[in-house]
């Protein structure tokens, strides 16, 4: 009995043996707490931080990376900056060449012109002007230096002086250098440039296009900018009457100010027609008592062209102001315009009909209608009346209202009295009925 229990307790003791061999960790240590050996830590820190170092690698690695691009892009910048400031350089050399050339070559064509003796070599010497095979070489000169400013100068002297065929090439290249600077300070030269020197297609484009400028948004400083200089272009086009009209809406906004006064001066001294007649009533009926309303007098009527617009307003003030002093300054202003008038008409009386045929006909209609009697007793009233500082001024005022009133084309001629050269008196009146011819001569 005893020898079997011995026998058990070796066999349970060795089965007992051969669990704690087979585990992998001792049966006291897996009753233990688990918890994180130095080494371990030490093993994950280093995970850690060589990911850590590697992310921080890729980001030095990144910004290397753009600093290198950077650079690079940098560095191209500067190199075509270089590239055109050496091709600018180049173009403005050639342009003072080129000047230089083209003023001897007048030089020398004046020369030609005054040593030429009669008539017919002087016509011949005309024809032999250097202008458009200048502007031909100015054009040359523009398409080699594109995209330097002076092509865009290049192109203006072209413009200016070439005939027709040169202008236009001149005026489309000017266009398109326009168009691809759109929005730019010198887009909008050029296109300034292009509506008062270009050829008459080129002129309405660009005189629309900075209409349109101006137009979209009337306040902007753009516009301000822009405005003034469009209403200074020589000429009639619909883009300059929309920019007088929409001047004319900026100043209906605050129609008493001294600012709207000075947006009508401009628009009544450079348009024509209805914009002008709207911007003259606004001034009389707004503007008569300002201080500067003599100067304003003086600035709207000093075209040189006959100005129905401007006789109209200035009777009214002839007739309206209560100031001596407006009055006389705008009769002295009326006998200029009157002056100017008869001056056309006399022309143009006499012209042949392909002349006459340069002319509107409102224009024709106004010219060839006599001064009205009433507006010259008007004016003569209120010159009598009109103490000036500037006697000189207002005489010569008096000679020029003789002169429309009793010697302008259609009228009676005056009596003139005189000795005949047998030394007999007569009057021009006894021969009224006949054919008179009147030999003016002098000797010295």
């Not at 090439?169 to 010198?186: F, I, K, R, V, W």
Request: aromatic share 6%; with cysteine.
């Amino acid at each position: 009995m005893r020898s079997k229990f011995l026998v058990l307790s070796s066999v349970f003791l060795s089965f007992v043996v051969l669990l704690s061999a087979c585990s992998k960790t001792p049966v006291a240590e897996r009753n233990q707490p688990e918890t994180k050996t130095p080494t371990d830590a030490s093993s994950k820190t280093a995970e850690t931080n060589g990911a850590t170092d590697a992310q921080s690698n890729a980001n030095t690695s990144q910004a290397s990376d753009s600093v290198s691009t950077n650079t690079g892009t940098s560095e191209a910048a500067a190199t075509a900056e270089a590239k055109l400031a050496k091709k600018t350089e180049a173009a403005e050399s050639g342009l003072a060449d080129l000047d230089e050339q083209f003023s001897a070559a007048v030089k020398e064509w004046q020369a030609k012109f005054r040593a030429a003796k009669t008539a017919q070599a002087r016509q011949a010497v005309r024809g032999e002007s250097p202008l458009d095979e200048y502007a031909k070489k100015y054009l040359e000169l523009a398409e080699k230096f594109a995209g330097t400013p002076v092509a865009s100068k290049s192109l203006t002297i072209a413009m200016q002086r070439g005939k027709e065929e040169t202008k236009l090439q001149a005026s489309n290249q000017m266009l398109e250098l326009a168009q691809m600077d759109s929005g730019t300070p010198q887009a909008e030269e050029m296109l300034l440039s292009i509506a008062a020197d270009g050829d008459d297609e080129s002129k309405l484009k660009a005189s629309q296009v900075l209409a349109d400028l101006v137009t979209e948004d009337p306040e902007s400083e753009v516009a301000q900018r822009l405005a003034p200089q469009v209403l200074q272009i020589k000429g009639n086009s619909p883009g300059k009457e929309q920019v007088a009209e929409a001047l004319l809406g900026r100043a209906d906004k605050d129609i008493r100010s001294k600012k709207a006064l000075e947006q009508l001066v401009n628009i009544a001294s450079q348009t024509s027609g209805p914009t002008k007649t709207a911007a003259l009533s606004r001034i009389g009926e707004h503007h008569l008592q300002s201080d500067s309303i003599l100067d304003v007098i003086k600035t709207v009527t000093s075209s040189r062209q006959p100005d129905q617009a401007a006789e109209q307003w200035l009777k009214e003030i002839c007739r309206k102001s209560p100031s001596a002093t407006v009055k006389g300054t705008a009769a002295i202003a009326l006998i200029d315009v009157l002056d100017r008038r008869e001056n056309y008409r006399s022309f143009y009386s006499s012209a042949d009909q392909e002349t006459r045929s340069e002319l509107d006909e409102d224009l024709l209609a106004y010219l060839d209608a006599e001064p009205d009697a009433g507006e010259l007793d008007l004016i003569e009233s209120t010159l009598d009346g009109y103490v000036s500082d500037n006697e000189t001024l207002l005489e010569t005022a008096k000679k020029k209202l003789f002169v429309v009133k009793y010697l302008s084309v259609g009228k009676v001629a005056p009596e003139i009295t005189g000795a005949d050269i047998d030394g007999v008196d007569f009057s021009l009146s006894e021969y009224r009925g006949k054919v008179v011819f009147l030999d003016f001569w002098g000797d010295w």
